[in-house]
């Protein structure tokens, strides 16, 4: 195991794995927005990390000189069997334009909301099969024990894929998002069972199609012709990674937050209606996606002279507590009137979920605070938070109070 150098100055030397990050980004940030907007690394091969809504915007806007090719920051630009633009490996949130319009189309329909309202029984339902289960305790984990159940259930059901295998798709998203400073030679063999995974499940609904999205995927075509075996994969892969950690983390984030704020939590209590308003300054306040881009070219950026192939990490998160944009940016304003956050992206990759993650959270934290309409954090050094791109607590000890 390599042991790394901590960081010393984030304006020079960024890491998101860095302890420090991984804790308690906010400060940092602040920092490297007020002295230095556009921060840079050497590590990962060398990358850049802007501070501010509108450098954010800016790139999120900029197809040209900015690739989606690599959204994930790691050791390797050209991983192994790589599937270059304008398709990549996880299309459309690896794809470029023209090819990223056919790849996102393909799925829109089935994020609508007409057939994702229609999950809402559903879904209170798995909230509630993962309540029962608790019954009784004084001392519950609102990550390990609720939050990390809620949306594999609900992908499971989408995909068709087995709903018991939910801790093989934590499994994958651990890989995928969190081992990301592995060394390629030891991350690289670790993917071989996740790629047999999915094959398994392609070739059983090869075998035995069904009314589900891999089906449609295998099926639905473009101009007379059906998608290629790598675009029905690469998506099947992004929908289950894009839906499962994002979504389990903005829950996790809510009830942490709640745990620490009586006066917060007694408002949704006594007022459920403000739910659908406090849900919008839960997704901005703890946004939980940090994308990456690659530099499609030479450029200066804001001072910076950006290389072909240098890392961008696009804080999403960064630019929601930016105080040019939001009033009071570091504070969690639970009524906050005016919220055009940028939690679920900016620019042509918006997040295609975000109706689905809207309604996951709002009915996991609906269900949870009537189950236990006081709780506080039972251990506050025993909350962990994951590591990478995708910002959420792991662990977060509760104790139910009456
Ligand atoms: C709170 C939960 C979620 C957050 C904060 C979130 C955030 C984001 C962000 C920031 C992007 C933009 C990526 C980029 O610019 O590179 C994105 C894209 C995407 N998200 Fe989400 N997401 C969430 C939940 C979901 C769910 C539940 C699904 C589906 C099951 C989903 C599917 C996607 C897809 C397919 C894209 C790619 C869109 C494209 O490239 O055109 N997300 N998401």
Redesign the pocket.
């Known amino acids: 195991m390599t042991i790394k150098e901590p960081v010393e100055d984030f304006a020079t030397d960024w890491d998101h794995t860095d302890p420090q990050w991984v804790n308690d980004p906010y400060p940092i940030w602040d920092d490297l927005r007020g002295r230095c907007p556009v921060a840079h690394t050497e590590r990962y091969g060398g990358g850049w990390f802007p501070t501010t809504h509108e450098m954010v915007s800016s790139i999120?806007n900029d197809t040209t000189h900015f690739t989606?090719r690599m959204?994930v920051v790691t050791h390797t630009k050209y991983p192994p069997n790589f599937i270059p633009a304008p398709m990549g490996g996880a299309?459309?949130?690896?794809?470029d334009p023209p090819f990223?319009q056919i790849?996102?189309r393909v799925?829109l329909p089935a994020?609508a909301p007409g057939p994702i309202n229609a999950l809402e029984p559903q879904i209170r339902a798995l909230c509630n099969k993962h309540l029962d289960r608790l019954a009784g305790q004084v001392l519950i984990d609102g990550g390990t024990d609720y939050a990390q159940f809620i949306?594999p259930g609900?992908?499971a059901t989408?995909l068709g894929f087995p709903p018991e295998d939910e801790e093989i798709f934590r499994e994958i998203i651990h890989l995928v998002l969190d081992l990301i400073d592995l060394p390629p030679e030891v991350r690289g063999p670790m993917f071989e069972p996740v790629a047999d995974y999915f094959t398994k499940q392609i070739e059983d609904h090869i075998a035995n199609p069904r009314d589900d999205l891999t089906t449609y995927l295998m099926n639905v075509e473009v101009g007379g012709k059906k998608l290629s075996p790598e675009h029905v994969r690469g998506?099947i892969v992004?929908?289950?990674i894009?839906?499962?950690d994002?979504?389990w983390?903005?829950?996790g984030s809510s009830i942490w937050h709640l745990a620490r704020h009586p006066e917060d939590l007694a408002r949704l209590v006594n007022e459920p209606e403000l739910m659908p308003v406090a849900v919008e300054e839960f997704?901005r306040f703890y946004?939980?996606?940090?994308?990456?881009?690659l530099v499609a070219e030479d450029h200066e950026f804001y001072g910076a002279s950006m290389k072909k192939d240098d890392w961008i990490l696009?804080g999403?998160p960064a630019a929601n507590r930016d105080p040019d944009v939001f009033e009071d940016a570091d504070k969690f304003i639970i009524d906050r009137e005016v919220n055009r956050h940028?939690?679920?992206?900016?620019?042509?990759?918006?997040?295609?979920?975000?109706n689905?993650?809207?309604l996951?959270?709002r009915l996991a934290l609906e269900e949870f605070i009537k189950r236990y309409p006081k709780f506080e954090l039972a251990d506050a050094q025993g909350v962990t938070w994951a590591p990478g791109q995708?910002r959420g607590p792991r662990q977060i000890p509760l104790r139910v109070l009456v």
């Open positions: 999120a989606s959204v299309p459309p949130i690896t794809s990223h790849a996102r799925i994020f949306p609900v992908i989408m998506t992004l929908i289950l894009a839906g499962i994002t979504t983390s903005a829950i997704l946004a939980p996606v940090t994308m990456a881009r696009l999403f940028a939690a679920f992206g900016l620019g042509i990759h918006r997040c295609i979920g975000s689905l993650a809207r996951e959270l995708v």
